[in-house]
């Protein structure tokens, strides 16, 4: 089995163009077509001293480089979950963006693509995709409310594997858009008497005591990104949040104690006070080999992707319908840490 492909179809993509992302065999990073704007919007980002993108920074994914292909997708081929066919260029080699894969660290990511904006076409466009793109804005909620989901994977517990949602779950009213957080953030009940009517499967989702506080961390990493975006003048056009928590509830339930853990230490204590104890553990042995201790990651994760129409546009303020899509996307935030509260 280790004669597979270099590299595969991302698995867990959410949206976007079919078999547009690619991973290393690891795993670990992701290539992923360089148009000229999301390459330059990615260097200038990774090269700027301006505290305003420094604030942005974290907030987007690691920018490792380009890479050239060698060759391109083969569309006629027979394409499977693990690989994709290649055929020669027939033009000049065409560079790839090396991203890191924010999907990595999670054993079972649950993962939604929210995307931002209420202008989704760039000012070059043709005329017939601004329509075309007007119409869609139109027709979902991002022309109203500056935001929709663009798809979303909920793994289920019983069976192991992800649930993706259907194209159509785009084209949702603004009045489901509190439904479709709620999908995304299920709660599985421990206790019977707590279920509303309007609660997802309960063979998805962690419980509300997990659920809770990676709920708050998220939010609070989204207002983060709404202060540095309201402090940059971009035209974030088709760029998305992509949200991503861990839903395998033994690993959450790790990672929500570290956060809050690290939390704690770093406001009370310095960090030289709590590192005295890691030579005991290193040393176990079991079965003749040495066990190293999984270092704990974060339970959840939230990014800005997709930055193919993004523009820094200097003098011309930040882009209003992108923070308005923030707002209402931090007020549904709210509105489903209130639900899961009341179920704590
Ligand atoms: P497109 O131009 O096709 O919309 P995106 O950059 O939006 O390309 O990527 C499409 C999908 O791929 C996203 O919805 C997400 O599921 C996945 N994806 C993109 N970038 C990353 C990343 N850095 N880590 C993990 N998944 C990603
Ligand atoms: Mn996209």
């Known amino acids: 089995p280790s004669a597979g492909p270099v590299t595969h179809a991302l698995s867990s ?3 976007g163009h079919a078999n547009a992302v690619l991973t290393t065999e690891d795993d670990t990073l992701l290539i992923k077509q360089a148009l000229p704007l999301e390459l330059q919007f990615y260097q200038t980002v990774a090269a700027a001293a301006e505290p305003e993108l420094d604030a942005l920074r974290p907030f987007i994914p690691k920018f490792i480089g380009t890479l050239s292909l060698e060759g391109e997708f083969d569309a006629d081929a027979p394409t499977n979950e693990t690989s994709i066919a290649f ?30 904006g ?40 019983t069976t ?6 259907s194209k159509a779950y785009k084209s949702i009213s603004a009045a489901q858009l509190p439904e479709g957080l709620a999908r995304f953030f299920p709660i599985a009940s421990a206790a019977p008497g707590v279920s509303t009517g309007t609660e997802p499967p309960l063979n998805q989702g962690l419980p509300s005591a997990l659920l809770h506080p ?42 929500v104690k570290w956060m809050l ?7 009370s204590h310095s960090s030289l006070d709590d590192d005295d104890s890691d030579s005991d553990d290193e040393g176990d042995v079991a079965d003749g ?16 992707i997709d930055f193919a129409h993004t523009r820094f546009v200097p003098g011309q303020g930040p882009d209003e319908g992108v923070l308005l899509g923030l707002d209402t996307f931090l007020r549904l935030m709210d509105e489903r840490i209130e639900v899961v509260a009341r179920c704590l």
């Open 87 to 116: 055929k020669p260029l027939a033009g000049p080699r065409k560079d790839s963006l090396v991203l890191e894969n924010l999907a990595h660290p999670f054993l079972r990511p649950n993962i939604l693509d929210v995307k931002l």
């Open 261 to 267: 853990d690290d939390e704690r230490s770093s406001s």
């Open 118 to 157: 209420t202008v989704l076409y760039d000012e070059s466009a043709p005329p017939d995709k601004i329509a075309r793109m007007r119409k869609a804005a139109e027709a979902t909620t991002s022309g109203s409310t500056g935001m929709r989901y663009s798809g979303f994977q909920v793994y289920d517990n």
């Open 289 to 304: 080999k040495p066990k190293k201790p999984r270092k704990p990651t974060p339970p959840c994760d939230v990014r800005l």
């Open 160 to 165: 192991g594997t992800a649930v993706h949602t």
């Open 13 to 15: 993509q959410v949206a």
């Open 214 to 255: 990676i709920l708050e961390l998220l939010r609070e990493d989204i207002a983060d990104i709404r202060d540095a975006l309201s402090a940059l003048e971009l035209r974030l056009v088709g760029a998305s949040l992509l949200i991503l928590y861990e839903s395998d509830p033994v690993r959450a339930e790790e990672g």
